[in-house]
């Protein structure tokens, strides 16, 4: 990535590791670097949510509320994408997002990450497969993490 803002690119990272250079550079034309300041929020739980947030730099928290209180869902650093749900079936964030130092991240909606796939078919095919694994590991651990959740309930329930 450049470290002039005036001319960012994407990093050699995450869903866009497997890209040359040149795919790379294009890719980040389709999108926009932004800026998140700590404490910011980059989503907000219940707002209109159509778009992939790739971290480049920082570190941010995904966050619901619950009874009044922030529940932390998740710890998001470089490499890391935010959003990928939203790509492929648009609705409501379902959490908030704020940072905790300053981060850079880049967006790409929906409608242009369809012009990258029109105009860049096998890099697109690339980064989709990044976005699949994402959504693939994040469903597996959540699996996981339900199933010890039933089992300690289903435990609990023995003793009765």
Request: glycine share 8%; aromatic share 6%.
């Amino acid at each position: 990535m450049s470290t002039d803002f005036s001319t960012p690119e994407l990093p050699a990272m995450g869903i866009v590791e497997p890209l040359g250079e040149d795919d790379r550079r294009l890719l980040s034309s389709y999108g926009e670097f932004l800026p998140v300041h700590p404490d910011n929020t980059l989503i907000e739980e219940g707002a209109e949510q159509n778009s992939l947030f790739f971290v480049i730099s920082g570190r941010l928290h995904a966050v619901t509320e619950q009874d009044g209180r922030e529940v932390l869902l998740g710890r998001i650093g470089p490499g890391e994408t935010i959003g990928e749900v939203n790509m492929f079936d648009p609705a409501d964030a379902s959490a908030t997002v704020k940072a905790l130092e300053f981060s850079q991240v880049w967006r790409i909606d929906r409608t242009m990450l369809e012009s990258f796939m029109n105009d860049s078919p096998l890099a697109a095919a690339h980064v989709l497969i990044g976005i699949s694994t994402t959504l693939s590991r994040r469903l597996r651990t959540t699996n996981e993490r339900l199933a010890l959740d039933l089992g300690s309930a289903l435990d609990d329930g023995k003793d009765e």
